[in-house]
């Protein structure tokens, strides 16, 4: 088991910067995930750890030790492959046997952990099988037993969801969650999806444009973004932009006639700044909460049933405010409804040029 | 401000990067690749280049004037030869001789235009019409790329002869269509006999463009109104003249190089007219050059015609890999735009494409003519069938052992292709080195050395005091000399087929071997050959079937020691007249065994490895 270490990692691919100054360190038995829109650099960081993209600059540690030159063959990661890449001309056993073999270790032995990790991912009898005559979620499987097998220092998932369909990407996360609890190994995981980021991961890291926006918890990441690209990618939400008029108390600004009270994440918010106010739609309250509270009221333009919520959309003086409305509440098109918004769930985000 | 400071460091990021990817596989790699191609391509062609321009101890554009200004070479005024001359009852159609270096251009260009137009014209026919047999056609038109040098033109003079030929006897004795005799020969004859034999080579290209391009093009200039010639004229050939421009440089290339037709024709007509090109001269000097040098003039007209072909060589590779259309568009119905015309119409393609077959396989089927009846002093038509020819090829000494020596060439040959083929694949494909691109260039043209060009190049540089007396020294023994140049010549056809294999290889396969802790050469072994050894294996029969027809290089370094010929000389001394009357037959029956092996190459590749036969092409 590891801890890694990325300083100042940053890679070039001639002018396109991938990863630019990326600073974190994965502590020893946690899953981490890198998390960011495609393009943004994630899957290239995780390449560096493994050793199949070398950095322009920066180091990456594991356990204090500089593995930054080490190619990927010495480093000991498991990497699971977004397409699975798993070798079409072996069967599933050779497969897997596969790093244990490169290692020497005796066949009776390769045998035996072959058997024991397919029985752990739920693919005993599969093992003289081919590749290709496997299920999606199945060759997902074969690509985690081959990286487990060798008992791996840092588990690498690139994406490794991506490609089974919805219903079995929530069961395989779940599963692989279970997994790295048992194993208790370092993981690093990679995806541009952040329900399933948030579900699996106990910290993640949001990348864009090659630098990392943000380290935190789930729920600190989607409760206390750190700047609106971050608030907007996490979940729904409504985002208006106005002037600060006072800082005392929390922050207050106006929104042409609409005035807001709500909390600043970052501190750095100050009289007169632009600045921008970021609300969930889950947050609002229908009947008058105990908590101070922001009231709006308008219009409600377009309604959409969505099962356990109605979605909303209101018209607040001419600015749309999207609301989750529980059962039971009447809300036709063209009425007007009433709602409030606690400032402590009033996210108040500097303004970037 | 970042930025800046990250790309004052990029240098020494380049630097490490270049570490990293020389490691001790590439490094192995790249040295065997570049050995090979230096020492046998790049050193001996460059001999030839300062061997051109040699004159008196120094160095001068003498040789190249007195090719360019003697008209023995270059004459704008005809030296001699009749075209639609009718003289006793006989229609010559011969061409004008117009010295060496013309000769051969013009017949290479002409050659070039007719094989265009038939393959075009039948490409349009195969890829766009649904028609009864089509299916055979598919398979027969391909025959005239069956080896069968010297005698297909052999057999093409035989038919054409003015005194007892098969188409005089239909034409005039039969059927009394023709007035006169007619008499096809000289350089007219050469053009008749490459054409026949090279027009598929268009075809396929033009077809496998036209496969590619996406019917939903067509359609659209349909839908906007363009039809008929309007509308293959501004969508379908530009589309497909990628295609149509790759097939025609290789015919310009290999007519241009050709020795088959010469000789064979000679050995038909003894028509001194077919030896005035400028492959002939080379090999002629080649055959005075025994026991001597080969002058300067010589190497000085080999050179020229090498700069040619490169030169066109080159520039339509770089047209070609900028002007790639096919698979713009993906997605949508991909089926493509076949018509079945009326019965009328299908009759006229039919009967069309039978004309054209007969003419094609014409020297194929006459080559089998040939060994298994006594044709080749017969007369017009065969009297007798016998199998004598075909048991020639266990029984006669010297057949035997051309057959030994060229089974052992090709196969030594193919084994190198082999590792060095698979090597520069490799490195070309999946490495990230310097000079990259200049291995791939020097894997790929030798396509476009002329054969007589290499040889020439071979004599000079192999036969310097440096070598005297080694294993390399013509003089001393051509064969690994033979088997070195097969290497050089045949080395495209393996490179593309691995190329092509391992393009189908994702990246991730290789990475995920790393990965789990193999090395690089662990994950070749373990991982990429099997997963292209199919390729590997189709290139090797391709580049074995070629190895064992080769020709320019064969009749040339081979004849060099009398122990050592290969079959092909063996057929072209048959053929010229060397050997005793009647054993043309033997040469035939040495042909039909090439064309076996090459049949049953084609046919392992195409149904047991399920891979497309590559053709010929850019």
Redo the contacts between chains.
């Keep these: 088991m590891v801890e890694i270490e990325l300083r100042n990692l940053?890679k070039?691919f001639g002018d396109v910067?991938a990863a630019?100054?990326v600073n974190l360190t994965i502590e020893d038995g946690e899953f981490f995930t890198l998390l960011g829109p495609s393009g943004c650099g994630k899957t290239t960081t995780m390449r560096m750890i493994?050793?199949?993209e070398?950095p322009?600059?920066g180091r990456v540690l594991f356990d204090g030790q500089d593995v930054t030159?080490l190619?990927?063959?010495?480093r000991?990661?498991?990497?699971v492959?977004?397409?699975y890449?798993?070798?079409?001309?072996l069967k599933v056993f050779e497969n897997v046997a596969?790093?244990l073999n490169?290692?020497k270790i005796p066949k009776d032995q390769v045998k035996e952990r072959v058997l024991d990790v397919l029985d752990q991912v739920e693919l005993e009898g599969m093992e003289d099988r081919f590749p290709t005559q496997l299920s999606g979620g199945q060759q997902q499987r074969v690509a985690l037993a081959?990286?487990l097998v060798?008992n791996p220092a840092v588990l690498l998932l690139d994406e490794p969801l991506s490609n089974l369909d919805a219903k079995l990407r929530v069961q395989m996360r779940e599963e692989i969650k279970a997994l790295q609890r048992r194993l208790k190994i370092t993981t690093v995981y990679v995806t541009h999806d952040q329900e399933e980021a948030m579900s699996v991961s106990d910290r993640i890291a949001i990348q864009n444009h090659g630098k990392v926006r943000q380290i935190g918890s789930p729920t600190e990441i989607y409760n206390v973004p750190q700047d609106i690209f971050i608030a907007t990618f996490m979940g729904r939400g409504t985002l208006l932009e106005g002037e600060v008029t006072s800082t005392e108390g929390g922050v207050h600004m106006s929104i042409g006639n609409i005035t807001l009270q709500g909390l600043d994440s970052t501190g750095s918010i100050s009289q007169g700044d632009k600045a921008a106010c970021v609300i969930r739609p889950e947050n609002y309250c229908i009947d008058e909460p105990i908590e101070p509270s922001n009231v709006l009221e308008g219009e409600v333009e377009w309604t959409s049933f969505i099962g356990p919520y109605t979605e909303v959309r209101l018209d607040v003086d001419r600015h749309k405010v999207l609301v989750d409305v529980p059962p039971g509440v009447e809300a036709p098109v063209g009425g007007r409804l009433k709602v409030y918004i606690p400032y402590k769930n009033t996210i108040m985000l500097p303004l970037e040029e | 401000m970042t930025e800046n400071w990250i790309k004052s460091t990029s240098i020494k990021d380049k630097v490490r990067k270049l570490r990293r990817e020389l490691d001790p596989l590439t490094i192995t790699q790249t040295l065997i690749s570049y050995f090979v191609l230096i020492g046998f391509l790049v050193l001996p062609l460059s001999s030839l280049v300062i061997q051109g321009f040699k004159f008196e101890g120094g160095l001068s554009l003498n040789w190249f004037i007195d090719i360019l200004t003697s008209p023995e070479y270059v004459s704008l005024q005809s030296r001699g030869g009749r075209m639609f001359e009718v003289r006793r009852g006989v229609m010559y159609l011969w061409g004008y001789d117009h010295g060496i270096l013309l000769n051969s251009l013009m017949v290479a260009l002409t050659v070039t235009v007719f094989c265009s137009m038939i393959g075009i014209g039948v490409a349009m026919i195969m890829g766009r019409y649904e028609f009864k047999g089509k299916a055979v056609f598919k398979v027969i038109l391909l025959i005239p790329l069956l080896a069968t040098p010297f005698v297909n033109a052999y057999v093409v003079g035989k038919v054409f002869n003015p005194q007892f030929g098969l188409l005089n006897f239909l034409l005039v004795d039969l059927l009394h269509i023709l007035p006169w005799r007619v008499s096809v020969d000289g350089l007219v004859g050469l053009i008749v006999v490459q054409t026949l034999t090279y027009y598929p080579i268009v075809y396929t290209n033009v077809l496998s463009s036209l496969n590619n391009i996406d019917p939903s093009l067509e359609e659209m200039a349909e839908n906007l109104g363009s039809t008929g010639f309007r509308l293959f004229r501004t969508v379908t050939f530009p589309l497909f003249l990628p295609g149509l421009v790759a097939g025609a440089i290789i015919t310009f290339i290999f007519s241009l190089e050709d020795l088959g037709a010469p000789i064979g024709f000679i050995g038909a007509t003894a028509n001194p007219l077919s030896k005035n090109v400028a492959s002939y001269q080379i090999y002629a000097s080649f055959r005075e050059a025994l026991t001597g040098d080969i002058s300067p003039k010589v190497s000085a007209l080999a050179l020229l015609i090498m700069v040619v072909t490169v030169l066109s060589y080159t520039l339509v590779k770089y047209y070609t890999s900028r002007r790639s259309y096919t698979m713009i568009s993906k997605g949508g119905r991909w089926s493509p735009r076949l018509r079945k015309p009326r019965a009328g119409i299908q009759l006229l393609i039919v009967g069309g494409l039978l004309f054209l077959f007969i003419l094609g396989a014409m020297p194929q089927l006459g080559t089998f003519v040939l060994a298994s009846t006594n044709w080749a002093n017969s007369g017009t038509f065969p009297t007798k069938i016998t199998g004598e020819y075909f048991m020639a090829l266990t029984t006669n000494r010297d057949v035997v052992r051309a057959i030994l020596n060229s089974l052992m060439y090709s196969v030594v040959a193919v084994a190198i292709m082999m590792v060095v083929g698979s090597s520069i694949s490799y490195v070309v494909a999946k490495r990230d080195i310097p000079t990259k691109s200049l291995l791939d260039l020097l894997a790929t043209v030798p396509v476009s050395v002329p054969g007589v060009s290499l040889a020439v190049s071979y004599f000079l540089f192999f036969s310097t005091p440096l070598f005297r007396g080694s294993l390399l020294d013509p003089l001393t023994d051509p064969a690994l000399l033979l088997i070195l140049a097969y290497t050089i010549r045949r080395l495209p056809f393996m490179t593309r087929s691995v190329y092509a294999g391992l393009q189908q290889i994702d990246k991730s396969l290789e990475e995920a071997s790393l990965n789990l802790g193999a090395t690089r050469t662990t994950t070749l072994g373990k991982i990429v050959i099997p997963l292209i050894v199919t390729n590997v294996i189709s290139g090797a029969l391709l580049s074995f079937v070629y190895s064992m027809a080769e020709v320019s290089t064969s009749i040339t370094l081979g004849a060099l020691r009398e122990d050592r010929v290969p079959i092909t000389f063996f057929i072209s001394q048959i053929v010229y007249g060397t050997a005793a009357v009647g054993a043309v037959s033997i040469g035939a029956s040495l042909c039909i065994l090439l064309m076996t092996v090459q049949i049953t190459a084609m046919a392992v590749s195409n149904y047991v490895l399920k891979q497309k036969a590559s053709f010929l092409g850019v």
């Design positions: 940053t070039l910067v630019d100054h493994a050793g199949l070398f322009t600059e030159g190619p990927s063959f010495e000991n990661t498991g990497m492959f977004q397409n890449a798993l070798w079409p001309h596969y790093g490169v290692r081959r990286v060798i």
